[in-house]
């Protein structure tokens, strides 16, 4: 297991952290302040939004590479199916598409994608699962020929009507081999997969489905808010030390991206502290 106690080499920031992920949440920093406050403090990289980004791409991605760090990803593809997807498939991929786009001119090593909710009418997981690979096999050779390495992401089983039918890393595999690309691998969150022991047993069927991004937070006992009151890696119950070790024995070594999503406490903290906790975090729990 590496050894993280010296340096933030391998820590990224994913910028939601900082109350970017909704309009007026946070300290409103533009991404070249979040860009140079991340520097200062070591970071190895970021992961962007595509709201923050807008049509300023190719430049954000410069601004971060000559401050010395990778743009680790960007978040997100739209929701592929499901209640909070487009109302037509041919909607969801032109946007997919234009996800694709964005995360190559910005540099990104890898697009995160998101399942979405259950189809309408199905009531079926697999169903569902189903036209998630279809929609993924559909968009993966465009992703592909442009350098974009797709993350697929199971969410926890809490988000499993409306935000991710899919809800295991066995599923995740599964969709990565049946779409049929070798762009497709799968992201590890903490805050998805804390809460299940076969998390170990299903890594060791990675084959060559690789993990292409490692999310950290906690898991806090009394949750107020599934979506938006993640905790502070340290502050809740999940094993840190363990899942990490179990995702590197798989043969992840990237960089460990800080996810947090919380509206009524770290986004409304000041930035510097916040970033300034997570280095101390990361450097001591996790
Ligand atoms: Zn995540």
Redesign the pocket.
Known sequence: MRDFSNDCANLAL?TATLGHMLEGRGAGWSPEQVIDACAERGFGGLVLWRREVGGRAFEIGERVRAAGMQVAGL?RSPFLVGPLAFNSVSETVEDFNAAVDTAAELGAATL?VVAGGVVAGSHSMSESLKAVTEILASVAPYAERNGVKLGL?P?HPVYGGDRSCLVTVRDALAICRNAGSKNIGI?I?V??VWWDLALEEQLSTLGDVRIL?Y?L?DWLAHTKDTLLDRGMMGDGVSDLRKIRRVVEDAGYDGLC?V?IFSEDDWWLRDPEDVLDTIVQRFKTVC
């Open positions: 994913n978040c995160t992401e969410l992201a969150d805050y998805h991004g999310h937070c991206e996810e």
